[in-house]
């Protein structure tokens, strides 16, 4: 199982980003964006399922950004528009195929202010 994330950088406040996850080896249930900035706890961002495409969100970034997925490429994306400088970590792609979770190894956002 693979899961490869791409699309970080460093941006501006109020810019946008788009990040890209490309997973193969199995069949997800679930999966998700995480989030880890220096000196804190590793967070959940978004998910999403599956079976009715259904999507989960954090309070801190509700209406700000958008998960999704193309099923034929077998890849998850996180929209990230207006971003703030405390969006700033590394984020990761996360996978639940049946009770193993798998995980990326990350892409480094950076909000400048």
């Known amino acids: 199982v693979q899961l490869a994330e791409s699309g970080g950088g460093l941006v501006q406040a109020g810019d946008s980003l788009r990040l890209s996850c490309a997973a193969s080896?199995?069949?997800?249930?679930?999966m998700y964006w995480y989030r880890q900035a220096p000196g804190k706890q590793r967070e959940l961002v978004a998910s999403i399922r599956s079976g009715d495409g259904s999507t989960n969100y954090a309070d801190s970034v509700k209406g700000r950004f958008t998960i999704s997925r193309d099923n034929v490429k077998n890849t998850i994306y996180l929209q990230m528009n207006g971003l703030k400088p405390e969006d700033s970590a590394v984020y990761y792609c996360?996978?639940?195929?049946?009770?193993?979770?798998?995980w990326g190894l990350g892409t480094q956002v950076t909000v400048s202010s």
């Open positions: 996360s996978a639940l195929s049946f009770s193993t979770t798998y």
């Open positions: 080896g199995s069949t997800f249930i679930i």
